[in-house]
Each structure stands twice: as structure tokens, then as C-alpha cells.
């Protein structure tokens, strides 16, 4: 069993940053893939970025590639999302996930995840 605790969202300015972080508990951390999601209001769940256990892959949705990093401590079971170039359809909840699965076909990333955390706010202002 993995538990998430994310950190990091707020109000910010278009064209601004943020960094978001993930806590994971748990000793296994370093065994997992992990990911970043966002939901907007009104939309589904979309991924936004993942990272496999060692750090030495990284995957990210179209709408966010140039903009968000991805990265991970081992050391302190943290895995970080790097937001920059901030947009207001950034906006969403944004949460993590562990022990996740993905796959690249046609230039799309699908993720299967089992453990996610409860989620942070991001509201980007124009």
C-alpha cells in the first residue's frame, strides 16, 4: 500500500510557475513508475506526465511537452512536477500516482496507475 500526499498548488499569473510535490510513503517508492494527472472542471481525468522508477524515462501529454518537468528523489520518496509557461487551461486539480503502467502508440501515452493521491489545486489567472 502506497500513500500520496500532494503540495505545491496555488494561484498564480498566466506565464508563471509552479512545482508541485508528491510524499509517497511506503519503501517501495522507488520500485514504482509514477505520474502526474489533472482534472479539470466539467472534464475527465487527463495524464500529464509520467516518470519510471529510475528517473531515466519520462513521458508527457502534448498539452503540457516544453512546459512541465517531471523528476523524482528516491532518497525522499518525492516526485516533483515542474510547472512553467503557466497557462488558465492549466487549470485542474492535479494529482499523483504510483505503481503506474505506461504504454506509447501513435505518439499518445496510455497509463494504467493503482495508487493516487488526493490532489492539489492549480488556478492559473489570465
Known amino acids: 500500500q502506497v500513500q500520496l500526499v500532494e503540495s505545491g498548488g496555488g494561484l498564480v499569473q498566466a506565464g508563471g510557475s509552479l512545482r508541485l510535490s508528491c510524499a509517497a510513503s511506503g519503501r517501495t517508492f522507488s520500485n514504482y513508475d509514477m505520474g502526474w494527472f489533472r482534472q479539470a472542471p466539467g472534464k475527465e481525468r487527463e495524464f500529464a506526465g509520467g516518470?519510471?522508477?529510475?528517473?531515466?524515462?519520462?513521458y508527457y501529454a502534448d498539452s503540457v511537452k516544453g512546459r512541465f518537468t517531471i523528476s523524482r528523489d528516491n532518497a525522499k520518496n518525492t516526485v516533483f512536477l515542474q510547472m512553467n509557461s503557466l497557462k488558465p487551461e492549466d487549470t485542474a486539480v492535479y494529482y499523483c500516482a504510483a505503481a503506474c503502467r505506461f504504454t506509447t502508440a501513435q505518439g499518445m501515452v496510455f497509463t494504467n496507475c493503482d495508487y493516487w493521491g488526493q490532489g492539489t489545486q492549480v488556478t492559473v489567472s489570465s
Open positions: 516518470i519510471n522508477w529510475s528517473g531515466g524515462s519520462t
